[in-house]
């Protein structure tokens, strides 16, 4: 270990160890710190360099001093100390005073400084700032103001059948679900026409045209929801929707059993609903094609809902 | 001349520090006492050190050797002072009643 007066400056020499590296950083970050600690911790750090166990906590130990001198250095006045000069016999004391503490710490005076920032900001920029700083820009800076996009165009709004032909019950409602038709589409190159309607008279060339369909449901004389809620269910509380598929011919009446599509969570609801759309056998509207009555399979929901 | 004692804001390595100390008040420690003891690196430990002297808790003074004798440099040692092991006593009586809600 070098002593203290063999020690070169960093700048002029190569170290060529991680003790000399050690060393050297030491001695730089001691004669960086506020000048009434220099002396002192240089020789208190390289004593305690000396301590240090391996070429790695050395170093390790010398990255911890160069840390410890932007400590010091930032704010010296709180580690005021009584400097004492050794060795050559000098009996001057110098004595820091140790610093008062003020009104508003550093700290704090810095966290109010930071606020203060953000509050004028926030007020100017709500209050035009930024058009005003685009103005006074030079002309080579050309901002553009973007206005509000215009609100979107919300489509009108669906109308749903009448249910109110059909149930008597409010409380119980069965939910019209018109989308899925389930089943054969025929395209119109051959008429097919229901017994119940005579055919009119069509040409004898095939007319490739659109077909005009709309699916069927649940129709007048369909029974209430109310008469098929499981009784059980009732005790319990129980509130949920069946989603059912129901193949109904031309004359409104059932053609299979119904299918559950989606389930209530319920098996009792479910058990209910199957019923109720068995018993609706003959009081189905068939779907029609260009208003004409077909046989087809749709969707439609039963909700049982207790009344609050 | 005396030293103010005045107070010095907590931190978990100040009180590994001054519990470095407490292992036998009496004792006088240098920087790497004090670092083996509170496992602390030297980048935090000599800002405690010097606060706490310059607070009054700690009182320095060079190790009395020749370093050509000995062969190393000579150390700073640090004591508790007799204000310093008072507050340090309160210090740790406060973290052990647990702070009241």
């Given at each position: 270990m070098k002593s203290r007066d063999d020690l070169t400056s960093p700048a002029t020499s190569t170290p060529s160890s991680a003790d000399a590296w050690a060393t050297a950083l030491v001695q730089r970050a001691a004669r960086r710190s506020p000048p009434e600690l220099a002396e002192r911790l240089e020789e208190e750090w390289l004593a305690d360099l000396a301590e240090q166990p391996g070429a790695l906590a050395r170093l390790r130990f010398a990255l911890g001093c160069c840390w410890a001198k932007q400590v010091i250095s930032f704010d010296p006045v709180s580690f005021g100390v009584t400097a004492q000069r050794a060795a050559t016999g000098h009996s001057s004391i110098a004595v820091f005073a140790p610093h008062d503490n003020p009104l508003v710490s550093r700290r704090a005076l810095l966290l109010l400084l930071v606020v203060a920032m953000h509050g004028i900001l926030i007020y100017g920029f709500s209050n035009g700032l930024g058009h005003k700083v685009f103005q006074a820009l030079p002309p080579e800076f050309d901002g553009i103001f973007i206005d509000e996009p215009p609100p979107p165009v919300t489509a009108p709004p669906v109308t749903r059948p009448d249910m109110a032909a059909w149930t008597s019950d409010h409380r119980n409602v069965v939910d019209y679900v018109p989308p899925d038709l389930i089943g054969p589409i025929r395209e119109t190159q051959e008429y097919v026409p229901s017994p119940a309607y005579p055919p009119p008279d069509l040409p004898h060339e095939v007319i490739h045209r659109p077909v005009i369909r709309q699916v069927g449901g649940p129709g007048p004389g369909?029974?209430?929801?109310?008469?098929?809620?499981?009784?059980?269910?009732?005790?319990?509380?129980?509130?949920?929707?069946?989603?059912?598929?129901?193949?109904?011919?031309?004359?409104?009446?059932?053609?299979?059993?119904?299918?559950?599509?989606?389930?209530?969570?319920?098996?009792?609801?479910?058990?209910?609903?199957?019923?109720?759309?068995?018993?609706?056998?003959?009081?189905?509207?068939?779907?029609?094609?260009?208003?004409?009555?077909?046989?087809?399979?749709?969707?439609?929901?039963?909700r049982f809902q207790l009344k609050e | 001349m005396g030293r103010q004692d005045r107070h010095v804001r907590m931190s978990l390595q100040t009180l590994r520090v001054l519990e470095a100390f407490l292992e036998n008040p009496t004792d006088q420690l240098s920087g790497a006492d004090v670092q083996k003891r509170g496992h602390l690196s030297s980048g935090t430990l000599y800002p405690i050190l010097l606060r706490l002297e310059s607070a009054g808790w700690l009182v320095s003074r060079w190790e009395q050797v020749d370093p050509a004798s000995v062969g190393r440099p000579r150390r700073r040692l640090y004591r508790l002072t007799s204000s310093g092991l008072r507050r340090t006593g309160e210090v740790f009586a406060t973290f052990s009643r647990g702070v009241t809600a």
């Open positions: 369909f029974p209430s929801t109310a008469d098929f809620y499981p009784s059980v269910s009732r005790r319990l509380g129980e509130s949920g929707a069946t989603t059912l598929q129901a193949c109904v011919d031309n004359h409104g009446r059932l053609v299979s059993d119904p299918q559950i599509k989606e389930s209530s969570g319920s098996t009792r609801l479910d058990a209910g609903a199957l019923a109720l759309a068995k018993a609706g056998s003959g009081h189905y509207r068939s779907s029609t094609e260009d208003g004409l009555p077909v046989t087809s399979c749709y969707a439609f929901r039963v | -």
